[in-house]
Every structure is written in C-alpha cells, then in structure tokens.
C-alpha cells in the first residue's frame, strides 16, 4: 500500500486493532476517493503465519474480515495432556 500522510490522516489514520488495519485503512482511502490496483508494485510476503496450519490460519482470516481483529496473537494453546 502507499498512500501520503495527508491522505491517511484524513481517512482516520490506522485503526487500532490487532490484525487487519491495513485493509480497514484502505477501505477508508477509498470512501475518499479512487483507489488504484497497480500490477507492477508486487510484494513477496512471510509465510509465518501459516506456521500453526493452513486450518487455524484461515479461520483466524475468516475472523478478521468479519471484523473480529481481536486475539489475532495469542500464544497458540498447548497440547492436551494424554
């Protein structure tokens, strides 16, 4: 993403949740205005997050796009004892 301060200041800034600002912020851009998709400007990302399973990672996704942002980095719970 890339957007100036003026624009993001106007827009309410960064909201303060654990997961999923960048898009909330980005949402906010675009009640302002236009926004643009721009091919050319791809980023690689880190893979960490998918570190506990593809499972627990898409319903943590599926949280936050629901607008549940919160316990987005708790500790993963330890195993049962057997």
Known sequence: MAFSRQAALLA?????VEAYEDVMLGQALARLGPVAYVPGALVQTSA?????????F???HLRNITGHTRGYFEAPHPDPPR
């Open 48 to 56: 960490r997050r998918l570190e506990r399973g593809a499972l627990p």
């Open 12 to 16: 309410g800034g960064y909201p303060e």
């Open 58 to 60: 898409a319903w943590q």
